[in-house]
Structures are given as structure tokens and as C-alpha cells.
């Protein structure tokens, strides 16, 4: 099983297409020595200042909505002669990628980064990537979860949550891990709408037919969340919610899906993801097995981190084997 196109978009693709810079996107913009820009984006606020080089700075420019990115390439390429012209391809094309996926630039059509990357699982089941679209059908299925009791109820503010996070799904037909570092009440609409818009939040859908459904979508059966890092911190990703249906032949298939789709789906490049769970609230024994069986291998304890006796364990998952 292989996801479509989880690769990032290959240049090919992107030659002919019109990139548009959207200055007046950028909450912040400053002009430094040497050609140098630092910049923050008024559609990304979790980032913090992106410092540009002269040569990424050039790059924006010339994406003023009148070239394609192959004419972009061939005005670098004129103004750095002695690089290679591939490495410079390569750096515009991933660059584009990062401010595309960062809604700094628009295209002459559809979006070339906004691809669902549907796949087959197997077992009738189908994987894709969510998009803005499916806010409210992510909202509904999470209700329905918290009404079985696979997650946690949502709490008063200053409330105790109802459930400690982390904890195993009580009901017998999940299999749900709900990260500590995830805020109690959390995959309300608001969360879920600002993560999918700002492409920090991942939400990876495992659906099944629906006759149900009149508009021909599938049902979501399960869905695992990842956020990414911001820009120039950490390359590594974080696990915020699996809640899958327990026994489903297709649950593997789903996880190997997500991870070889995500380097491609981050706005920013990764070398792996980690998953913290709290040592005092029980994993799951066939989450865990799942979690193992994907590649999961156990990177530290962080004593004491949630409080006192409240160990923090961090498993890893290694991307292109970082």
C-alpha cells in the first residue's frame, strides 16, 4: 500500500504553474544587512520571525504572479551562473513549497500542495489527508467518540478533565490515545479549523463507504492527528490523538499511511515523530502493539515532568531513516 503522490511535488509539476507573493500577508517585514528579510505571516501566527537570505528574498520577488516557476528557475540560474542548476531548482521548489503551505503564495489554479493523497488501506477502508472542508465532519466525529467514552468530556475552564490524558479508551470498541500536552476539551471547532488553516495540525482520516451519506463522502471511521514543529525549532512532529475502531485489519495499513505521507503533507522538513505518554495512566495493550508494530521505539523518560511522580515516557518515529 502506497499513498498517491506522498512524495513532496515534483518539479515537473510545479514548472509551468504561477507563483504569487503576498506581501500584504506578512504581519511583520523588515529589511536587514546584506539582503537579508525577516518576515511573520499574518496567516501562519504560530510562527514566529522567518529570517530570508538574499537569495530566498530574490526568489519572492520574482514571484509576482507573471512568471512561472520555470521562468523563476531561469532568472536564478542567470544571476548565480556557476550553481548547479539542479540545487538550484531544487532550493526554489522547496522554498515555494514551504510559503505555499504557509498561504504566503497563491497559484493560477488549484493549489498544487492541497492534495488529499487518497489511498487504498485495504479491508474497504480508504486513507486520505483532511483539509478545512472537513472541520465540522472531524468536530461531529469526535462528539460521537466523547459520547461513547473514548475521549474525555469537555471540561469547565479551571475544570479537571474528566478523564487524565493519556489514558485508554473506556470503552471496548476504541482504541484512543489522547496526548498529554493536548489541552482538555480540545478538538473543539475553532482548534481543529485554525490547525488545519495555519497546516500545523495533520488530521490523517481513515474512511469506510457510507450509504448513509447523500453526497457520496465517506464515512470517517478513525483519525490520527500530528502537529508539526514551527520553523526552525524542532524537525520533529507530535502525536495528539489516535481514536481508531479496536480490531480494525485496516489499522496498520492507516498508521504506515500517515507516516510515509507526512514529510510530504509538513510545511516544514522532519526527521521523525515522537509520542508522549504519561507513565501513571495505562496504554492501551492493543494500541501499544499497534504503536510498537508501527515503528515506535522508546526515546526518554522525562522524570517528574507532569508533576510529581507523573513520568512523561517519549517514543520515536523515525522519518527516512533519520
Request: proline letters at 10%; hydrophobic letters at 40%; aromatic letters at 8%.
Amino acid at each position: 500500500m502506497t499513498p498517491q503522490d506522498t512524495a513532496a511535488t515534483p518539479g515537473a509539476v510545479l514548472a509551468g504553474r504561477v507563483p504569487t507573493f503576498h506581501f500584504d500577508r506578512l504581519e511583520y517585514f523588515r529589511e536587514e544587512k546584506e539582503g537579508y528579510i525577516t518576515i511573520r505571516s499574518s496567516t501562519h501566527p504560530e510562527t514566529n520571525e522567518v529570517v530570508l537570505n538574499p537569495t530566498a528574498n530574490q526568489i519572492i520577488r520574482l514571484c509576482d504572479g507573471s512568471r512561472s516557476v520555470a521562468a523563476v528557475a531561469a532568472a536564478m540560474k542567470g544571476l548565480y551562473p556557476k550553481a548547479p542548476p539542479d540545487v538550484i531548482e531544487r532550493d526554489i521548489n522547496t522554498m515555494i513549497s514551504s510559503l505555499s503551505r504557509m498561504r504566503l503564495i497563491d497559484w493560477d489554479g488549484p493549489d498544487p500542495f492541497h492534495n488529499p493523497h487518497p489511498a487504498d488501506l485495504g479491508f474497504g477502508r480508504r486513507g486520505r489527508l483532511a483539509s478545512e472542508d472537513d472541520t465540522q465532519a472531524i468536530v461531529d466525529f469526535a462528539a460521537r467518540a466523547r459520547k461513547s467514552g473514548a475521549l474525555p468530556a469537555r471540561s469547565p475552564a479551571g475544570s479537571p478533565a474528566a478523564a487524565p490524558a493519556g489514558s485508554p479508551a473506556p470503552a471496548p470498541a476504541w482504541l484512543a490515545f489522547r496526548s498529554p500536552l493536548l489541552s482538555p476539551g480540545g478538538l473543539g471547532e475553532l482548534e481543529v479549523r485554525q490547525g488545519l488553516y495555519a497546516r500545523l495540525d495533520h488530521y490523517f482520516l481513515m474512511t469506510c463507504p457510507s450509504a448513509d451519506d447523500r453526497a457520496g463522502n465517506d464515512a470517517i471511521e478513525g483519525v490520527l492527528s500530528i502537529r508539526s514543529p514551527l520553523p526552525y525549532g524542532s524537525h520533529l512532529a507530535v502525536v495528539r490523538l489516535i481514536l481508531l475502531p479496536r480490531g480494525c485489519p485496516a489499522a496498520p495499513a492507516f498508521l504506515r499511511y500517515a507516516a510515509d505521507l507526512l514529510p510530504a503533507a509538513a510545511p516544514f522538513s522532519l526527521t521523525g515523530v515522537r509520542l508522549y505518554w504519561e507513565r501513571s495512566a495505562a496504554l492501551d495493550p492493543d494500541l501499544a502493539a499497534l504503536i510498537d508494530g508501527a515503528g515506535f521505539a522508546a526515546e526518554r523518560t522525562m522524570r517528574d515532568e507532569m508533576g510529581p511522580g507523573r513520568d512523561l515516557i517519549v517514543l520515536r518515529y523515525s522519518l527516512g531513516g533519520a
